[in-house]
T-cell receptor
């Protein structure tokens, strides 16, 4: 079982650019959640996808959007990057019937 | 709205000594409680979880946690720490299952330092 995988591992962008991060869930899971973890902080919930639809969203602006594909993998898109978007972005997968979330290793995004 | 408080930002413990990390939560319904551990630059690894049943739950790596509803607490314990336990520890609360549920709410974490 490969667990939750994320790509890329690291990414450097400049302000105003757009970025796409990718996540493949653990085998058997149908729900993908995305979190932002700023340096020295706990993860903050961005949104959750199930059946290719956003079913719940945290307190993040519309610049943050996502997508879920039929194979349950997911993308996180961030437009018009700000310096404050620099963080570790974590993907977690779970089953809708059981909210035990398994996390991937994360993507470290640096915005210059 | 739900919240999680981890009162201790840093804790230093000698190797072989016992450990207790504190977690208090606020949640409107029956909570699903978690402890995760994060090593530097890594993702989160689930140590243990609680939803119902026995209020003392056992996890991996010799950790356990006790749910106390009256105190809204879910403290993590280990009888004897090892140098490899040095890491960041996060307590989280969330709904058990779907049906309009939110993602997990995390505390700010406790940084555990192990002294030789």
């Amino acid at each position: 079982d490969a667990g939750v995988t994320q790509s890329p591992t690291h990414l450097i962008k400049t302000r105003g650019q757009q970025v796409t991060l990718r996540c493949s869930p653990k085998s058997g899971h149908d729900t993908v959640s995305w979190y932002q973890q700023a340096l020295g902080q706990g993860p903050q919930f961005i949104f959750q996808y199930y059946e290719e639809e956003e079913r719940q969203r945290g307190n993040f602006p519309d610049r943050f959007s996502g997508h879920q594909f039929p194979n349950y993998s997911s993308e996180l898109n961030v437009n018009a990057l700000l310096l404050g978007d620099s963080a570790l972005y974590l993907c977690a997968s779970s089953s809708l019937l059981n909210n035990e979330q398994f996390f991937g290793p994360g993507t470290r995004l640096t915005v210059l | 709205a739900q919240s999680v408080t981890q009162p201790d930002i840093h804790i230093t413990v000698s190797e072989g000594a016992s450990l207790e990390l504190r977690c208090n939560y606020s949640y409107g319904a029956t909570p699903y409680l978690f402890w995760y551990v994060q090593s530097p630059g890594q993702g989160l690894q689930l140590l243990l979880k609680y939803f119902s049943g026995d209020t003392l739950v056992q996890g991996i790596k010799g950790f356990e946690a006790e749910f106390k509803r009256s105190q809204s607490s879910f403290n993590l314990r280990k009888p004897s720490v090892h140098w490899s336990d040095a890491a960041e520890y996060f307590c989280a609360v969330g709904p058990y299952s779907g049906g309009g549920a939110d993602g997990l709410t995390f505390g700010k974490g406790t940084h555990l330092i192990i002294q030789p």
